[in-house]
Nanobody
């Protein structure tokens, strides 16, 4: 499975971005997907996960209500809508995947990782 993340950039506080992650190498619907981020000097942090069916979703408390995860099986793409951004959201954002199973598994032990896309929130 190959994952290609994109959509990062420089945005002002209060702004929005939409990240994308295109998957290949396996039928997309057979993958549970997740987003993580890593800020400078900090450990990688789980943000959100979505089941292969798209029905089940989970969010970290730090982003609940501001970030929205979604997926398009026809486009083989995972999305993360980032709203109300603050400087503390500055990080490299990674998509990840795991063969379908318990949703908690992709959050805890992804099998595949994308290369990351930089998000910088600054005025």
């Amino acid at each position: 499975v190959q994952l290609q993340a994109s959509g990062g950039g420089l945005v002002q506080p209060g702004g929005s971005l939409r990240l994308s992650c295109e998957a290949s190498g396996r039928t997309f619907a057979t993958l549970d997907m997740a987003w993580f981020r890593q800020a400078p000097g900090k450990e990688r942090e789980f943000l959100s996960a979505i089941s292969g069916s798209g029905v089940s979703k989970s969010y970290a408390d730090s982003v609940k209500g501001r970030f929205t995860i979604s997926r398009s099986d026809s486009a083989k793409t995972l999305y993360l809508q980032l709203n109300s951004l603050v400087p503390e959201d500055t990080a490299v954002y990674y998509c990840a995947a795991r063969k379908r199973g318990a949703l908690a598994a992709v959050a805890a032990r992804p099998e595949y990782w994308g290369q990351g896309t930089q998000v910088t929130v600054s005025s």
